[in-house]
C-alpha cells in the first residue's frame, strides 16, 4: 500500500507561482510512476504530469509544458509540481496518484493511488 499527502495549495493571483508537494509514505516501488492530475468544477479530470521513480523520466502535458514542471526528491520520497505564471484556468483541485508501472499513462483509471487533493485557486 502507498499513501500519498498534497499540499501546498493556495489562493494566489495571475502570474504567481505555486510548488506542490506529495508526500510518499507505505510501500513504495522503484518501478512507480506518480503523477499530478486536477480536476477544475464541472470538469474531468485532467492529466498534468509524471515522472518515472525508477530513472526520473518526466512527462508534462502540451498544456502546461514549459509552464508547469514536475521533479522528486527520492530521500524524502516526494514529488513536487511547480507551477509558474498562473492562470485563473489553473484553478483547480490537484491530486497525486501512483501506478505500479513503467509506463506514464496520461488516463487517471489505470492509477491505483490517490492522495486527497489540494486545492488551487488562481484569482485574476
Known amino acids: 500500500q502507498v499513501q500519498l499527502v498534497e499540499s501546498g495549495g493556495g489562493l494566489v493571483r495571475a502570474g504567481d507561482s505555486l510548488r506542490l508537494s506529495c508526500a510518499a509514505s507505505?510501500?513504495?516501488?522503484?518501478?512507480?510512476?506518480m503523477a499530478w492530475f486536477r480536476q477544475a468544477p464541472g470538469k474531468g479530470r485532467e492529466f498534468v504530469a509524471a515522472v518515472r521513480w525508477s530513472d526520473g523520466r518526466t512527462y508534462s502535458a502540451d498544456s502546461v509544458k514549459g509552464r508547469i514542471t514536475i521533479s522528486r526528491d527520492n530521500a524524502k520520497n516526494t514529488v513536487f509540481l511547480q507551477m509558474n505564471s498562473l492562470k485563473p484556468e489553473d484553478t483547480a483541485v490537484y491530486y497525486c496518484a501512483a501506478d505500479d508501472s513503467k509506463i506514464i499513462f496520461t488516463t487517471y483509471t489505470p492509477y491505483d493511488y490517490w492522495g486527497q487533493g489540494t486545492q488551487v485557486t488562481v484569482s485574476s
Open positions: 507505505g510501500r513504495t516501488f522503484s518501478s512507480y510512476v
